[in-house]
């Protein structure tokens, strides 16, 4: 497998470290007391962090060309065939601004 | 109190001799050089302020600073793209200037984080008619002149070991001049590695050179 880095160009998978799912967003967590959040937003977390798809087909992921240019990556990739339809660099990558969305 | 007095040295010390290695009968199909006596620097632009670093380097160095994976060489030395918004600054070391960063601080104060690397890599320079068959043997990068041409570098790893490679004018017998820069403590397991995918095609190690 081949990824294409958008800042490097096409390069072999041994140059890049697979994270994960790369749909999750951070819920909005507001501290009640000690640390600890309403059970919604308890609920919320917890799926964040634990809960995952397991997608047979289509999925978005993150990647990370640290033998590279050691930038974060979304890759759109069919987890049947290994198709990669997309590659984009991540939110706030290199010192290009951080998009109000992506942080929410 | 005993004074302490720190000498440098190269992480390839040990490594070789100047001389002829690998396959003798012909001429060497590869020349190798370690290049010693430079000045690295790490430029990395704050957020929102690569223009403002891109013409801090301009006016610093006198060349452009690269945006995509190039190496700009000018008379100061070269700019190395090395990922985006953030380029290496390679220049020859004059004398005891140890201290790369003082020249550089006020000019990119608050536009950009600073970090000197000067000791922290080794730098290759490999030449040859046949150079260009042995970095293919560890680099899964396409170095054909149509899409490696000269000034074309790349961030990547050879042999499970971070490197940036780039490519310089072409020697004068018309061979291709690439240069490798490691880690140092990878660069003496490179440089093996190195050794035995040019032996076939004979190497010619010159002596050290300053950049």
Redesign the interface.
Known sequence: MRIACPFCGERENGEFTYLGDAKPQRPAMVALDAGVGASGEQEAFYDYVYLRDNVAGEMSEYWYHGGGCRSWLVVQRNTMTHEISSVKAAAGTGAAAVKASARS | MAEFVWHAVSPLQHSFTPGRMGETADAAGVRMAEIRNFNLVQI???????SA?AKAAKAHFGVEAPT??QAVSGKAGVLLW?????LSALTARRGDEIRPLDALRDRFAGIASLSDQSDGRCLLRISGARARDMLAKVS??DLDAAVFPVGAA????ID?T?ANLWREADAADGSPVFKLLVFSSFADSLWDTLVDAAAEYGIEVESPAGL
């Open positions: 990395f632009a704050r957020r929102g302020q690569w670093v995509r994976p090395s990922g985006p918004d953030q899964s990068v790349a961030a990547t790893a499970h971070a």
